[in-house]
T-cell receptor, first 114, second 114 residues
Framework: GQQLNQSPQSMFIQEGEDVSMNCTSSSIFNTWLWYKQDPGEGPVLLIALYKAGELTSNGRLTAQFGITRKDSFLNISASIPSDVGIYFCAGYMYSGGGADGLTFGKGTHLIIQP | KAGVTQTPRYLIKTRGQQVTLSCSPISGHRSVSWYQQTPGQGLQFLFEYFSETQRNKGNFPGRFSGRQFSNSRSEMNVSTLELGDSALYLC?????????????FGPGTRLTVL
């Protein structure tokens, strides 16, 4: 099935640092979504992107929908301890009569050292 | 507005048994999608229901089935459970079908098969 390549797999950073992660695909996606998941909980939507080239911010988070529609990145500025968690990219690839559900990346595990 | 709710939160079953999981979407949302999350495979799409009709189905065996009721609540059933079915099962609701907008996830049901 379709896969999204998400990197890095994990990040160890200092509090206050900026974070950057990205997702790439060999196929075109029409929607990119970024989620954060805490242990034992469901993913929480952070940012949704619908247009190629779109740049969207949500507080300290900024995400962009790549021009080629095959990639997206998420930046977190001035990280704080509560940013710890697993971040997932997800996208919809339309095929035939409709989307086949969200395709997820494998996640980026963010660990912040005080 | 209340979020997506899933019941039960935890479930322990033995091989060969069947299980039914329930999901109540956000009020007004008519699309419900189900996902399986495991450490090895990550998040994988099971199926999507919209207005009581299954719109899309992921690459899972026929032991996995679902349905949606007129109030948009959805159930997922897994028959003849196998050890590999142990996972976090997540449902997500959306106001539109087929990936036309963002999906909001519930907390998940943790299924353990012994």
């Amino acid at each position: 099935g379709q896969q999204l390549n998400q990197s890095p797999q994990s990040m160890f950073i200092q509090e206050g640092e900026d974070v950057s992660m990205n997702c790439t695909s060999s196929s075109i996606f029409n929607t990119w979504l970024w989620y954060k998941q805490d242990p034992g909980e469901g993913p929480v939507l952070l940012i949704a992107l619908y247009k190629a080239g779109e740049l969207t911010s949500n507080g300290r988070l900024t995400a962009q929908f790549g021009i080629t529609r095959k990639d997206s990145f998420l930046n977190i500025s001035a990280s704080i301890p509560s940013d710890v968690g697993i971040y997932f990219c997800a996208g919809y690839m339309y095929s035939g009569g409709g989307a086949d559900g969200l395709t997820f990346g494998k996640g980026t595990h963010l660990i912040i050292q005080p | 507005k209340a979020g997506v709710t899933q019941t039960p939160r935890y479930l322990i079953k033995t091989r060969g048994q069947q299980v039914t999981l329930s999901c109540s979407p956000i009020s007004g949302h008519r699309s419900v999608s189900w996902y399986q999350q495991t450490p090895g495979q990550g998040l994988q799409f099971l199926f999507e229901y919209f207005s009581e009709t299954q719109r899309n189905k992921g690459n899972f065996p026929g032991r996995f089935s679902g349905r949606q009721f007129s109030n948009s609540r959805s159930e997922m059933n897994v028959s003849t459970l196998e050890l590999g079915d142990s996972a976090l099962y997540l449902c997500a609701s959306s106001s539109l079908a087929g990936g036309l907008n963002e999906q909001f996830f519930g907390p998940g049901t943790r299924l353990t098969v012994l």
